[in-house]
């Protein structure tokens, strides 16, 4: 009958769709395998020390931005000489400027009056031009953001791998709150996944990097070569790796370099900001995805096609679940009818539906138990054991209960990554700031 035939052909679209899908994981789980056989690299120690300008861009921030200024002044295993931090005041109301020139910065003020601007790519634009133009001792340029703090021999680890010819190095994403609750927890958790295993499982394989806006090291030859920050987007730290990756130059990867961010503690706040992530990349991705693939056809360099397909997600994975879920739930309806007997069947038996549904549930069964043992338990057991100081946790126990319940963020985080890219217009909204984690607290 014609609608055994129609059921056909959606069973042929639904294994090209679980064909790309597992493509995708299947990526996921050789990185995986690669970082957990491999060890980190370290870049050589080098006697020749750089001069460093760190750039933070500010908006009303004045309630951390004076301690994030003091921990980096202080704290730093580098000569104090050797490097400035810059704060741009950008189209403040507060006391941002003067806490952090209380601090020690050096203050730029950013005032633009056009809303649209008001993100933070224009301040970092402005803060790079001012120093390529008046700090021209500066070699090396690191953006943090103002709710960052950085492991003290993080100046150090950067120069080291700046000595060593890499011109723009990402540091290993952590978190100061991450104990916090279950949203810092999870969220924390994937930060150190991707640092600990995808970015890992890149240097060793001599892939580039991914993106990462706060740590970001970038030299002065790489900013003139580029005509500063040239980027458009909010995605700004997505799009300047991109720029840089599609003419050929490596992003590396210091794993021992650590930046610790101060975490979205609400479910409210978690969700806007992964509204946001995805709806800015989803018009970058438009741009960019396609000259990625054709730089892999021309170069054969499998850091193209790596990128390619782990960033897809974002343009497509609201699509696949979606079409899965709908699938499956014609797919069930449609059987359950066949199997009872009460359609005329052509091609296939009551019978053979029904073993259809059992085996299909079978494989779904599966299919969840293995990626609950993989993605719920082994892999944040291992990130809980090795890792958990860099979550901001002082003991493995304050991360116990995410070994059993990080499936349930992946979910939300998946659900609220596929509002945020089919949504067209997403604004950037201020989180709130888990001030006592500034304060030592």
């Known amino acids: 009958m014609w609608y055994e035939y129609l059921f056909k052909v959606f069973e042929i679209l639904n294994y090209i769709v679980l064909g790309i899908f597992a493509l995708l994981i299947l990526v996921q789980l050789f990185e995986i395998i690669v970082a957990l056989i491999t060890k980190k690299k370290k870049f050589p120690s080098s006697a020749k020390l750089a001069k460093i300008a760190y750039i933070i861009p500010a908006r009303n921030e004045e309630d951390v931005i004076k301690n994030t200024v003091k921990s980096l002044l202080e704290n730093q295993n580098y000569p ?15 006391n941002t400027a003067r806490a952090a020139e209380e601090a020690g910065a050096i203050v730029l003020v950013h005032d633009d009056p056009d809303p649209k601007h008001h993100m933070a790519l224009y301040p970092l634009k402005y803060g790079i031009d001012y120093i390529l133009n008046n700090d021209k001792d500066s070699e090396i340029i690191i953006r943090l953001d103002a709710d960052n703090h950085v492991n003290n021999d993080f100046s150090k680890l950067m120069n080291d791998a700046y000595q060593s010819g890499s011109s723009f190095s990402r540091p290993y994403e952590g978190a100061m709150n991450g104990a916090q609750n279950f949203f810092t927890k999870a969220c ?15 240097e060793r394989l001599n892939l580039c990097a991914h993106p990462n806006g706060p740590g970001a090291a970038m030299s002065r ?13 909010i995605c700004e730290d997505t ?15 210091v794993e021992d370099a650590i930046v610790y961010e101060d975490l979205p503690s609400t479910g409210r706040d978690t969700a806007n900001r992964n509204k946001r992530i995805a709806a800015g990349n989803k018009e ?49 309806l449609f059987a359950g009818f066949a199997a009872s007997g009460n359609i005329e069947l052509s091609l ?4 053979d539906y029904s073993n259809m549904i059992k085996t299909t549930l079978f494989v779904m069964a599966i299919c969840v138990v293995s990626f609950y043992v993989l993605f ?8 809980t054991l090795t890792e958990y100081k860099k979550f901001g946790a002082k003991k493995r ?15 939300f985080y998946a659900f609220s990554l596929m509002i945020g890219g089919l949504k067209k217009n997403v604004k950037w909204e201020e989180v709130k700031r888990n001030k006592d984690f500034y304060d030592g607290k």
Not at 348 to 351: I, V
């Open 397 to 411: 126990k304050e991360l116990v209960l995410l070994i059993f319940f990080f499936p349930v963020y992946l979910i």
């Open 284 to 332: 970058l991705l438009k741009e960019k995805m396609g000259k990625m693939l054709k730089m892999f056809f021309k170069t054969f360099k499998f850091t193209y096609l790596e990128t390619y397909l782990t960033y897809i997600w974002v343009s497509i994975g609201g699509a696949l679940f979606s079409w899965m879920f709908l699938y499956y739930l014609y797919y069930f």
């Open 188 to 202: 924390s958790f994937f930060y150190c996944f991707d640092s600990r295993f995808g970015s890992r499982a890149r």
């Open 376 to 383: 719920g338990l082994l892999v944040p057991f291992v990130m």
């Open 239 to 253: 799009e300047y790796t991109f720029n840089r990756m599609l003419e050929g130059k490596h992003i590396s990867f």
């Open 348 to 351: 296939n038996t009551a019978l």
């Open 221 to 233: 030859e790489l900013l003139l070569a580029s005509n500063g920050y040239d980027v458009k987007s």
């Open 80 to 94: 104090r000489n050797l490097f400035n931090v810059y704060v741009i005041a950008n189209n403040c109301t507060d």
